[in-house]
């Protein structure tokens, strides 16, 4: 079975940095768009960073791009999300999230829809406080 495993969420001072990871299993990178994703208190989950497989493509949404990276350990099988400069507005629970690359093709990767992801992790919380 596909599952994931997303850690590494905590209390950070605005300006900080943090990594998130996921432990991935049941699937491989090779055959499998990955992403991040984010809710905040009261607002629908949006996409932070997906990237494809093959990384062809690399998506960061606007509020996020410069100071976070995504990032494959195909050894260790985890994902990760390397977040800097955090900013009081990038609270939220982070999900990492997979789907199978042959169900949409790169859109997945390219547009970064919550929608198009079938496989969640439970999602780590990420508070950004002074």
């Known amino acids: 079975e596909v599952q994931l495993q997303a850690s590494g969420g905590g209390l950070v001072q605005p300006g900080g940095s943090l990594r998130l990871s996921c432990a991935v299993s049941?699937?491989?990178?090779?055959?499998?768009?990955i992403g991040w994703f984010r809710q905040a208190p009261g607002k629908e989950r949006e996409g932070v960073s997906c990237i494809s497989v093959e990384d062809v493509i690399t998506y960061y949404a606007n509020s996020v791009r410069g100071r976070f990276t995504i990032s494959k350990n195909k050894a260790k099988n985890t994902m990760d999300l390397e977040m800097k400069d955090l900013k009081l507005e990038d609270t939220a629970v982070y999900y990492c999230?997979?789907?199978?690359?042959?169900?949409?093709?790169?859109?997945?990767?390219?547009?970064?829809?919550?929608?198009?992801?079938?496989?969640w992790g439970q999602g780590t919380l990420v508070t950004v406080s002074s």
């Open positions: 049941g699937f491989t990178f090779d055959d499998h768009h």
């Open positions: 999230a997979a789907v199978n690359s042959g169900e949409y093709g790169l859109g997945p990767a390219k547009y970064c829809r919550t929608s198009m992801y079938d496989y």
